[in-house]
């Protein structure tokens, strides 16, 4: 598991920043960079949401993140080994718009 920060406000998982989920899911299969990385786990909030994932569980830092991002070092086996990751997407309203901060390319020799 890895200590998960999340800027993605309004996100239906977002509770002060860490994520309600037990795992969330990063897609870029073919990233070279982290710009090309989104939180496949990201739903928007509705208007009038009252975070109701929130009032029946407590986000946890520790986050299983599955991977889909193969060019990234902290992907093994589609699982992330990162010791923190950090999503962002402070505006987004699509999971397009959010991008894991943490993706570092392999340097492919």
């Known amino acids: 598991m890895s200590y998960l920060q999340c800027s ?4 239906v998982n977002n509770q002060n920043d860490l994520c309600v989920r037990e795992a969330i899911r990063v897609d870029g299969a073919a990233a070279a960079d982290r710009g090309d990385t989104s939180c496949r786990s990201f739903a928007l909030q509705p208007e009038s949401y009252e975070n109701a994932a929130a009032q029946i569980y407590t986000a946890q830092p520790e986050t299983d993140v599955v991977c889909e991002a193969m060019h990234c070092v902290f992907n093994q086996d589609c699982k992330c ?3 923190s ?3 962002g997407g402070p505006a987004a309203g699509k999971a397009r718009d959010t991008q894991c901060c943490t993706f570092d390319s392999k340097k492919l020799v």
């Open 8 to 11: 993605a406000r309004r996100c």
């Open 81 to 83: 080994r990162a010791p």
């Open 85 to 87: 990751v950090d999503i």
